[in-house]
């Protein structure tokens, strides 16, 4: 478990179109944090916040406009104000 208010991920190129589903878990249940395009250049960040949670999982759905299917290159969690080092 990790609380965070924020996930991020970055997906191999997309084409013109193309969709993406997240939900993180928390609660004992899955919530929706974003539905909608994909930023389509490889290599760039997509990141969506949320009210900040303890959360165990995510997970991502693309739905892709081509027959060529995208690759998650990476994805994590984050805070907006994460604690300063003492």
């Known amino acids: 478990m990790i609380n965070c208010s924020k996930v991020r991920w ?5 084409g013109e179109g193309s969709q993406v589903d ?13 539905q909608g395009p994909c930023k389509r250049a490889p290599y760039e960040w997509h990141m969506v916040s949320f009210t900040e949670q303890n959360v165990t999982s995510m997970r991502l759905r693309v739905y892709p406009t ?14 907006e104000n994460p604690l300063s080092p003492e």
């Open 10 to 14: 970055f997906l191999s190129s997309l």
């Open 22 to 34: 997240v939900d993180v878990y928390y609660d004992e249940e899955w919530h929706d944090v974003y």
């Open 66 to 79: 081509s027959e060529a299917w995208p690759f998650l290159i990476e994805a994590g969690f984050g805070q």
